[in-house]
């Protein structure tokens, strides 16, 4: 058998590169093996003839053939390889477009927060190199992490960057009057996917009207999709099934492909407007359809959260509520995931989330299985509600009671502390590293005087504040750095930076009537955290309250 694959190899490398071309895209639909054999074939051909290009563009061909099959974990190591070898034979422009594909390919093996290392990274040799169209696309992709993130304003900032960039860039012979439309009109649609997520509709609408401006001749093959896709999302905001529908359509008419991660998300565009419509079964049948057909892996889950959304709201409208639930509790799981590639788990959203579908799927199965209640249950319905209430008021009362009371305890905390640092003190029963022996007494005078330094800096504010960039800002490493806060504060590194962070807000907010009227994300990021829930989670943890009721007591008594 290995006699024969090497004949076929062999044999496969005598041929023009663009007849072996011609094989690995022939079977790179359909039979990985001879796919990969093929490529085999172009890298010998590429050795042989001592073409370090054309070998790279074999190495490459096998990654790609990795990610067409989804096997992304074999798909990431050739990359890799094709990163090394691109830099020890002095290729640039295959190392830029090595470390772009590394890049692309994080969001699946690993996680989202990779994705930066190998698109700054790209930043960095584009712009060592002077290559002004890499270094585009370096910023485009880290414009398009940021929108990921959450942080769309920011990419919606780098983006009008590039747009102004490719307006301005002069045509050439590399860069022709069709490449520079089909990037501006590729701008154009980010910046009004980005808006559409703000829900600023008219700002969509304005780039929208943008991309129209340009006829499908002028662009590059299957960019006049955008001008469909854009309208779609626009319609289906605004509720216009019908308009939506038509559109989507069209962009998939403009650019037909077999390619079934194309396919999954048309079925997923088509299917959700079905829901939109309430023709509930023609969702269902779409959905489950695409679905069935992709056969979703696992590293793909965390990206599949909208979609098994509509199939749970799909079945739960037709009375199928063991389908409904099924699909429901894999939203939820994805959701989760989804929430971890970003950073940013918010548990106790999903489990509200959680309630609430449990009891619109509980009152949809009760009305399914009984009668309507005569008129003596429906008096006794209406005194539980009204008990339900009284105990809710009552209950109200008690908290709002509670939490002025611990208001007033914060604010006796506050007035007694000799500094802000000395509001809440947090100590960790269990310490990270408790032995601090090995760490030399010059070291722990050296960790202990940074530490002042960082927080009469107030570098704890920085979201990018953690124990590796403080270690290295002192010039110690993360384990030192452990021993002496865990020693002389008693109490974790995460534990100590939350402190911090608590307290100052505290302070601020006390004495700062503009900062008290930043909404609670904004003060959040303010102190360091990415999330308002983790602000609000770790100020109700340290103070009792949680940080709307501090600012409204704090604004009643000044």
């Known amino acids: 058998m290995f006699s024969s694959f090497s004949q076929t190899e062999e044999k496969l490398s005598q041929l023009p590169f663009d007849a072996i071309r011609d094989s690995i895209h022939k079977y790179k639909f359909s039979d990985r093996p001879k796919a ?122 780098t983006y009008k960057k590039s747009l102004e960039y490719y307006q301005n860039k002069p045509l050439d012979s590399n860069f022709n009057q069709i490449k520079k439309n089909s990037n501006i009109l590729s701008i154009y649609s980010s910046l009004a996917i980005s808006h559409l997520k703000l829900n600023q509709l008219d700002s969509a609408k304005l780039y ?11 662009l590059d093959t299957c960019y006049a ?26 962009a998939y008419a403009v650019c037909p492909s077999e390619y079934d991660l194309i396919q999954l998300n048309k079925a997923y565009a088509l299917g959700k407007i079905e829901v939109g419509e309430k023709n509930y079964p023609e969702a269902i049948r ?18 599949m959260g909208d979609y098994y959304d509509k199939l749970a709201e799909a079945y739960k409208n037709t009375g199928n509520f063991e389908s409904a639930s099924y699909y429901f509790e894999k939203y939820l799981s994805t959701q989760a995931e989804f929430n971890q590639l970003k950073e940013n788990a918010r548990e106790s959203f999903i489990k ?66 000799p500094s802000p640092e000395g509001i809440i003190d947090t100590r960790d029963e269990e310490l990270e590293e408790k032995n ?21 800096q107030e570098y704890f504010l920085k979201q990018e504040c953690n124990s590796y960039n403080v270690a290295r800002k002192i010039g110690t490493n993360t384990s030192y750095l452990s021993k002496v806060i865990n020693n002389y504060y008693g109490k974790n590194f995460n534990t100590y930076i939350n402190d911090l962070r608590i307290n ?55």
């Open 286 to 303: 779409i959905l489950q359809k695409g679905l069935d057909d992709y056969q979703v892996t696992a590293v793909e889950e965390g990206f």
């Open 225 to 250: 999709a955008y001008k469909y896709t854009i309208d779609a999302e626009i319609a289906y905001k605004e509720k216009r099934f019908k308009a939506a529908r038509q559109n989507y359509e069209k």
């Open 352 to 417: 509200k989330e959680r309630a609430a579908f449990k009891k619109d799927f509980d009152a949809l199965v009760s009305e399914k299985e009984k009668n309507q209640s005569n008129f003596k249950y429906l008096l006794l319905g209406g005194a539980i509600l009204i008990l339900a209430l009284l105990f809710l008021l009552l209950k109200f009362y008690r908290n709002k009671k509670a939490d002025e009371l611990k208001f007033e305890t914060l604010l006796a905390k506050i007035e007694a502390a």
């Open 36 to 157: 990969i054999k093929a490529a085999e074939a172009y890298i010998l051909k590429g050795k042989r003839e001592k073409d370090k290009t054309e070998e790279w563009l074999g190495m490459e061909s096998i990654a790609l053939i990795y990610v067409r099959f989804r096997m992304y974990k074999e798909a990431n190591e050739q990359a890799e390889k094709t990163l090394e070898f691109a830099k020890n034979n002095n290729l640039p422009k295959q190392e830029m477009r090595s470390l772009s594909f590394l890049g692309d390919l994080q969001k699946a093996v690993t996680t989202v927060d990779k994705q930066p290392f190998y698109y700054n990274k790209l930043l960095q040799l584009a712009e060592a190199r002077n290559d002004e169209v890499y270094r585009e696309t370096a910023l485009n992709k880290i414009a398009a992490v940021q929108d990921f993130s959450g942080n769309t304003e920011k990419a919606i900032n």
């Open 208 to 218: 929208s009207t943008n991309i129209k401006k340009f006829k499908e001749k002028e």
């Open 504 to 558: 100052y807000a505290i302070t601020r907010l006390k004495n700062d009537a503009i900062f008290r009227s930043y909404s609670i994300q904004s003060i959040a990021e303010e102190v360091g955290y990415k999330s308002a829930d983790s602000f609000t989670k770790y100020f109700k943890k340290d103070t009792g309250l949680n940080p709307s009721f501090y600012i409204k007591e704090i604004k009643n008594i000044t």
């Open 436 to 456: 601090i022996t090995e760490v030399p007494e010059e070291t722990k005078q050296q960790i202990l005087e940074g530490l002042k330094k960082l927080e009469k």
